[in-house]
């Protein structure tokens, strides 16, 4: 069932609404995924480090988890908090050892995304509560994605919300369902990835990180999918500098798709895009199948 949405965003004086409008298309998925909701987004670079989203328990101290962090790296951090999760920049050659040190004070806190611009939220609840919570509405960037969950292999928990990610800047949101994950993740664990959960959509992300990594762009990353990933799935993909849309063959799962000069849109259902600035006079149609949509800004 699931609820997917994504907002590119071409004109630059959109960059500080990006969230509010996010938000108004991720509350109208609520009835496709009242379990849980996530988005990514991606905002002003971290110069010269990486932001580490991290989600901890309900009434953690964020400042003294930052202070006790930075402590151990030999670093001053600011957290930004936003609910149960916080932000971090850490210096780009401490990751591994911020990420060590976490496992080592605070092995209840996990590192939900990491990029020079990404920041992911994701929590267990109605989708239009999650958006207050982490009050998304006032967030800025240039692009976005967002999913509401309704769970139908796996049990409802914040791990298994999306978004997914497993690399650097990138992440994947997914409705859908993948016949072939367990064998997939085996083989991409034998290359080196690692998984947090039993999730098909995870695999999924793990196996545009590998694709990446062997140095292939995004659009032949998503076009292997078509080929070596077995099942029903609409892909909406992020990184740090753009976003794509992949449907399969069959391309079962409803979705939409709109561009003006000022953005481009996505959602699993046209209602979530009819707030939209210019939605009157937008090109509207629906993805065709085994077809890659790809928007993507200069680095």
Not at 68 to 89: M, N, Q, S, W, Y
Not at 164 to 187: I, K, P, Y
């Amino acid at each position: 069932m699931c609820g997917i949405v994504g907002l590119f965003l071409k004109d630059p004086k959109l960059e500080g609404q990006l969230g509010a409008m996010l938000a108004g298309m991720l509350v109208t998925m609520c009835e496709r995924g009242p379990d849980s909701a996530g988005f990514a987004v991606y905002g002003p670079e971290a110069k010269g480090g990486l932001k580490l989203t991290l989600r901890a328990p309900e009434g953690t101290d964020h400042a003294r988890l930052a202070a006790r962090l930075g402590e151990e790296i030999g670093e001053t951090l600011t957290p930004t908090v936003h609910d149960t999760h916080c932000v971090v920049t850490v210096p780009a050659t401490k990751e591994r050892a911020a990420r060590d040190a976490l496992s080592r004070l605070a092995p209840e806190v996990a590192v939900v995304g990491a990029g020079c611009r990404m920041e992911i939220y994701k929590e267990v609840g109605r989708p239009d509560e999650v958006v207050k919570r982490f009050a998304l509405a006032q967030m800025r960037g240039t692009h976005a994605i967002g999913h509401t969950r309704m769970a139908t292999e796996s049990a409802v928990t914040t791990k298994g919300a999306h978004p997914f990610t497993t690399g650097l800047d990138q992440c994947l949101v997914h409705n859908g369902s993948l016949s072939n994950h367990n064998a997939m993740r085996r083989e991409l664990i034998r290359h080196g990835l690692s998984f947090e959960t039993e999730n098909d959509t995870e695999v999924a992300a793990g196996f545009l990180t590998y694709k990446l990594r062997e140095g292939v762009g995004l659009r032949h990353a998503l076009e292997a999918t078509l080929t070596d990933l077995d099942g029903f799935f609409t892909f909406v993909v992020g990184t740090d500098t753009g976003f794509g849309v992949l449907r399969d063959p069959v391309a079962c799962k409803p979705a939409v798709m709109a561009e003006t000069d000022s953005w481009v849109a996505f959602g699993t259902e046209y209602r979530a895009l009819v707030d939209l600035p210019g939605i009157d006079t937008a090109r509207v149609w629906e993805p065709e199948p085994a077809t890659v949509y790809l928007w993507e800004r200069a680095a």
